[in-house]
Structure formats: structure tokens, C-alpha cells
């Protein structure tokens, strides 16, 4: 009973949590105005959500209301292309960036999204493939390495390479959300 009681606690304070946290927010009310380019922040979106077609294109509206988006939604999952399609430059940064199955991802590919936040996390598994550049060696020519190139960017097929290079210590996991128990993971990490 008492277990059950106690979980029943974490829950109402989680819920409690996220109410204070919800009603603490500052949304910005942005630019009203008689035309709809005029309009921005909260303004915009609210006059999007009442639209049924013509909507703005979605890199648009978050350079116009990004702040306002931010204060609604301060999580963005997205991966770097999306980052790069959809928020420009310098309109939207966040805090921390989170990168994921990092040894999938080129540095190329990875900058964008790096530029974008004050703090990085990388996670991955080194063991795993790299990113495959079958179609780069094809496009290249099959070139030799580039002379100038940075000595840490040399020879790292993927940003988790580089993070591996540039920052110590490495941790590794204790505990992994698909394992039942801590014994899983140690025989991973071992291996």
C-alpha cells in the first residue's frame, strides 16, 4: 500500500510540477496589426491556427514567432536536416542540443545543429557503422584526404568520432531505457 501511495505522490508532483512550470511561462503577445505580414510572436500564431489553407511556410513561421514557439514548446525534436530546412540561422537557439545515434551522422551534417545551441550532448555507439560514403567516393573521384583539414576532423567519419577526440571523460551508460536490468547494459558496455 505504501508503494502504491508513494507512486501516486511522483505522479501529483509531476502534475503539480508541470502546472507551475505551465502557468510560469511568458509567451510574447509579438506585432498585431491590420495586415497579416505585420503580425508576429503570439499574434501570428494564433491568426495561423485560425486560417484552413494558405498557411505559412513552416520556416516562415518560426522565424517570425520563434520565441513564442520556444515559450510553448521549448522541446524540438528535429533531426539536422530538418534543422536546416526549417530554422534559419540565428532566429530560434536553444539551450542544449541533444544529438542521438551520433556515429550515423557526418560532422557536416551535425554543424548546423550544433551552432544552434549553448550546450552539446552526444550519444552513440562507436561500434556501430559509420555513416557511409559510398556515394561521396563516387562523386569525389575518390580523392585523398585534404592536407588542410583540422587533425581532429582527419580520419572522423562522424561527429561522434570528433566529440570522442575533443572531449574527456567518456561516459558510458550505467543503465538503458530497453533494459530491465542493470546487468544488460554491463555486458554491453563490456563488450
Not at 17 to 32: H, Q, S
Not at 109 to 129: F, H, N, S, T, Y
Not at 145 to 157: F, L, N, R
Not at 168 to 183: G, K
Request: hydrophobic content about 40%; charged content about 25%.
Amino acid at each position: 500500500e505504501y508503494a502504491k501511495l508513494d507512486q501516486e505522490i511522483i505522479g501529483i508532483t509531476g502534475k503539480s510540477f508541470a502546472y507551475e512550470i505551465d502557468n510560469a511561462k511568458l509567451v510574447p503577445v509579438g506585432n498585431t496589426g491590420y495586415r497579416a505580414s505585420d503580425l508576429t510572436e503570439m499574434a501570428l500564431l494564433r491568426h495561423e491556427l485560425n486560417k484552413q489553407r494558405r498557411h505559412l511556410p513552416i520556416r516562415q513561421l518560426i522565424k517570425r514567432s520563434g520565441r513564442a514557439i520556444l515559450a510553448l514548446k521549448p522541446c524540438f525534436m528535429m533531426g539536422p536536416m530538418a534543422v536546416a530546412q526549417y530554422l534559419e540561422q540565428g532566429k530560434v537557439n536553444f539551450d542544449m542540443v541533444v544529438m542521438d545515434e551520433a556515429s550515423q551522422l557526418r560532422p557536416e551534417e551535425a554543424l548546423g545543429a550544433v551552432a544552434r545551441g549553448k550546450q552539446l550532448i552526444v550519444v552513440g555507439d562507436p561500434k556501430q557503422l559509420p555513416p557511409t560514403n559510398f556515394f561521396d567516393r563516387l562523386l569525389d573521384g575518390g580523392d585523398d584526404e585534404d592536407d588542410d583539414a583540422p587533425a581532429v576532423i582527419t580520419g572522423s567519419e562522424s561527429i561522434l568520432d570528433i566529440c570522442q577526440q575533443l572531449f574527456h571523460p567518456i561516459r558510458t551508460l550505467r543503465w538503458h531505457y530497453r533494459s530491465q536490468h542493470q546487468s544488460l547494459i554491463e555486458f554491453s558496455n563490456h563488450h
